[in-house]
């Protein structure tokens, strides 16, 4: 079964330097979601598309943003990067069920990025 | 603010026994609840869920347990496998429109004796 894609698995980059995540989400889902998850942390959410508009909002530094297109991929897009941004990023995706409520939320390998 | 929480931080189990990873959590307007399985470097599996409607669901070789009264979620893996090491977390989605976000607890690494 097609699962979640991320790119790139790895990313390293300087600091105030910029980084763009890309996402896949399973055929026929329209919700992405975002979550960062730092050394020996669970993951925190970030945000989250729904049919292309934004639907929820985590703790997400103002240096981030998010977008989803119109096939339903998602880029999150990553400005004067810190240390403290190093993470394993995650994409997850749903589809919502015949009742209108999310089904579950599948995650992608994630992408780790570095920031030297 | 409330929070998901797991009551041990590691389990170690042999070979072919039952394991039950309990979790807590604080927020009673939950009304979904998933387990995940992570192995180092990797992104959460998924394992099994359940709404706040019922108390019990079954899987292969897994089964969840939701306490409403205690807010209490359980997951029980029978027979454990070496292949059953990992980080499990579990999660709640605290508000009750759709789309929303999942609250992760503190993983528990499970930890499987040969």
């Known amino acids: 079964a097609a699962g979640v894609i991320q790119s790139p698995r790895h990313l390293i980059k300087e600091k105030r330097e910029t980084a763009t995540l890309k996402c896949y989400p399973i055929?026929?889902?329209?919700?992405v979601y975002w979550y960062q998850q730092g050394p020996g942390q669970d993951p925190q959410f970030l945000i989250s598309?729904?049919?292309?508009?934004?639907?929820d909002k985590g703790s997400i530094p103002d240096r981030f943003s998010a977008q989803q297109f119109s096939d339903y991929h998602s880029e999150l897009n990553m400005s004067s990067l810190e240390l403290g941004d190093s993470a394993l990023y995650f994409c997850a995706s749903s589809q919502r069920d015949s009742g209108g409520v999310a089904d579950t939320q599948y995650f992608g390998p994630g992408t780790r990025l570095t920031v030297l | 603010g409330e929070s998901v929480g797991l009551h041990l931080p590691t389990l170690s189990v042999q070979e072919g026994d039952n394991s039950i990873i309990n979790c807590a959590y604080s927020?009673?307007?939950?009304?979904?609840f998933i387990w995940y399985k992570q192995e180092s470097g990797k992104g959460p599996q998924f394992i099994i869920d359940?709404?706040?409607?019922?108390d019990k669901r079954q899987g292969q070789r897994v089964t969840v347990l939701l306490n409403k009264t205690v807010k209490h979620l359980s997951l029980q893996i029978a027979a454990t496998q070496p292949g059953d090491s990992a980080v499990y977390l579990c999660a709640e989605k605290p508000d009750t429109g759709a789309n929303s976000k999942l609250t992760f607890g503190k993983g528990i690494t499970l930890s499987v004796r040969p």
């Open positions: 598309f729904y049919e292309k508009m934004q639907s």
């Open positions: 055929p026929r889902h329209d919700t």
């Open positions: 359940i709404r706040s409607n019922m």
């Open positions: 927020n009673s307007a939950s009304d979904y």
